[in-house]
């Protein structure tokens, strides 16, 4: 065994469901595991759910339940979802775990114990979706949040503070002298800038909510949600309570993160360890925005597909192929289900379905199932043993560097060139010539082998492809790397006969699982806007009128409810409760000709009746009272 290898996913954000966005970070993080665990290392692969915060919470209130009940659902749908694309994490962390949350405690009290916490007045930008600080140069003139182009409001509250700008020059220093911590290069060049523009300390408590891990010896704040997300790298791990485990897997090798998170994991985190004395991760490395069919994932445009059902269409590993060969990691890629249907029908059934056929199929006929012995090498044989090492070295090579794409180049030149290797050597004529067969058995070898290399390379990427390929020329399972060169499949080994790996999709024929999913959400959305609609008849059933506003009065013990004395013209004097007092002024109300509802049932709020009600309108926090620009006369109907 060889060392040990720590490589985790981001833990995602659970205010909505899993999507084959959040699934390609986690597909990615299994590939390195795989091919770690391969290689010989003892790899701990970590994954997990954010489960804080207020968007959480506001999501948790919108479907009525407790906040718990809420993570305790969508984090399960997280999980069985790795369970079905056969992710293969050590472990799933939840920040809502108690042992997590201890450790949260833990390490916040080892910063404030360093002098680098401090309690402070925070008043500023915030984006609620991204819970995320962002200063005037940020959010520009327009005041939206630059990371998901929402508006932002203006918050001011007590907070503790992170002292970040403490750490800016040994971040700068870790940077220059350190230019693989962060990748890709034009990652760290973004947070470079960042640094040479400086950092400003960091708000790490919240007020004005509860769902969260409570502040150490101030429970009335709850800690800020990435803070407390960033650290489940280290609890998962046994920090601080198995030191053992935690000194054995950390410092992790690889975070690998959203481009939209960099700054958390370039710059606060980094700061964080350094505040509590602890070694920083070896690297992390932020990949860009998958996009499906051109278009940014969306519940409302029917692509937030749930991974499932293009597996289920055509299978895991041809998934898992398309988004590491297609998608160059760490830039912005599409996920296109007609390009992978290309990916399928030209790499993994043309060029790989191929070659295992042919060989089997000539293994059959000139040699009765067995793999034969092999004998002396000519030079087209030489040929492709010398491309074979060649391709295993940039295998190796690339993978080390997480370049998926370009690792997958290499096996396919290897898998075409034993397609042509075939029309090279021609078996079909070496078996009709008794004389030849040493040479016929070099050949058939020779094939049987370029499928046992090339099974063994993709088995990270394909691992149930792989395991079929290796059944096919005999072998039990795959192996591991050790066995990666050339000459090492023994001959006399029987060949398993089955159906082709991956048949060729007909197009004219084809269920296109986004376009169901696109038809399915215009049916519902169709649905959804014809039961808004309501008849004349409905409309004609309400009975609006003027009504002027001739007393108002807030009514004791309660902060939103006003009494106001209204004339209705010939419906006379009524009184109306309304909830308006936390935006208006009693007396800036005397006057004012309002729209009422005046056909309700009557109802008693705070002990007074309410015999109707005022139309207002909604912009944010904002509320107005709807009136009129023209005097016209209490009563008057509105139609």
């Not at 962390?93 to 042992?99: A, F, G, K, L």
């Not at 090579?397 to 690792?407: G, I, P, R, V």
């Amino acid at each position: 065994m060889k060392d040990t290898f720590y490589v985790t996913t981001p833990i995602y954000y659970i205010n909505s469901e899993p999507h084959i966005g959040s699934a390609y970070t986690t597909i990615v993080a299994d590939v390195v595991a795989r091919y770690k665990r391969l290689d010989g290392y003892d790899v701990f692969f970590l994954t997990g759910t954010d489960e804080h915060g207020q968007k959480v919470l506001q999501a948790a209130e919108a479907r009525n339940m407790s906040p718990q009940a809420f993570c305790d659902e969508l984090a399960g749908k997280f999980q069985k979802l790795w369970k079905e694309l056969k992710i293969t994490n050590n472990q799933f962390v939840r920040t809502t775990d108690e042992i997590h949350m201890n450790t949260v405690q833990h390490f916040i009290k080892k910063m404030k114990e360093n002098g680098d916490i401090y309690k402070g007045q925070y008043e500023g930008w915030y984006c609620v979706p991204c819970e995320t600080f962002w200063t005037e140069e940020d959010i520009g003139k327009e005041k939206i949040c630059p990371s998901c182009g929402r508006e932002v409001k203006r918050v001011k509250e007590e907070n503790y503070f992170f002292r970040l700008s403490k750490y800016n020059d040994a971040l700068l220093k870790l940077f220059r002298e350190n230019p693989n911590f962060v990748q890709p290069d034009f990652r760290r060049n973004e947070m470079l800038k960042i640094l040479e523009g400086g950092l400003r300390d960091l708000s790490i408590t919240r007020t004005s909510f509860k769902w969260g891990v409570p502040m150490p010896d101030d429970p009335e704040h709850v800690i800020y949600v990435w803070v407390d997300a960033l650290i489940n790298y280290i609890s998962a791990i046994g920090y601080p309570h198995d030191m053992e485990k935690f000194e054995k897997y950390w410092p992790a090798d690889v975070h690998l993160i959203g481009k939209e998170i960099n700054r958390f994991h370039s710059l606060i985190w980094p700061a964080m360890l350094m505040s509590a004395g602890l070694p920083l991760p070896k690297q992390v490395y932020a990949h860009g925005w998958l996009t499906v069919n051109g278009q940014k994932i969306s519940k409302s445009l029917g692509n937030a597909i749930d991974p499932r059902e293009f597996v289920k269409t055509y299978g895991n590993d041809a998934v898992r192929y398309y988004l590491l060969k297609d998608i160059q990691f760490g830039r912005d890629g599409d996920f296109s289900e007609e390009n992978l249907i290309t990916r399928i029908n030209a790499d993994l059934a043309n060029d790989l379905g191929n070659l295992l056929h042919r060989t089997q199929a000539m293994i059959k006929k000139f040699n009765d199932d067995i793999i034969p012995e092999p004998y002396e090498n000519d030079t087209v044989d030489k040929g492709l043993i010398s491309l074979a090492k060649k391709t295993v070295t940039a295998y190796k090579e690339y993978m080390d560097k997480l370049k998926f794409t370009q690792a997958l180049e290499t096996i396919w030149e290897l898998v075409k060139y034993g397609n042509k290797y075939i029309d090279l050597t021609e078996p079909w004529k070496l078996g009709k010539l008794p004389d030849k067969k040493e040479r016929l058995n070099t050949v058939l070898y020779n094939l049987a082998e370029v499928l046992r290399l090339v099974s063994l390379m993709i088995a990270p990427i394909m691992p149930d492809t792989a395991n079929e390929i290796f059944k096919r020329i005999g072998k039990q399972a795959v192996e591991n790397f050790e066995t990666l060169e050339w000459g090492r499949l023994e001959a006399g080994l029987s060949i398993v006969h089955g159906s082709p790996l991956f048949p060729r999709i007909d197009l004219k024929e084809h269920r296109w699982v986004s376009r169901v999913s696109e038809e399915s959400a215009s049916k519902k959305a169709e649905i959804e806007e014809t039961a808004n609609l309501i008849e004349i008849r409905d409309f004609a059933q309400v009975e609006l009128r003027i009504g002027k506003i001739l007393e108002a009065e807030k009514i004791k013990k309660s902060k939103k409810l006003l009494k106001l004395q209204i004339d209705l013209g010939d419906l006379g004097r009524r009184q109306i409760v309304a909830g308006i007092a936390q935006h208006y002024e009693p007396e800036k109300l005397i006057g004012l000709k309002v729209v009422v509802v005046t056909n309700l049932k009557p109802a008693r709020l705070m002990g007074e009746e309410s015999k109707g009600m005022l139309l207002a309108a909604k912009d944010g926090q904002k509320l107005t009272v709807l009136t009129v620009h023209r005097d016209v006369e209490p009563g008057a109907k509105i139609s």
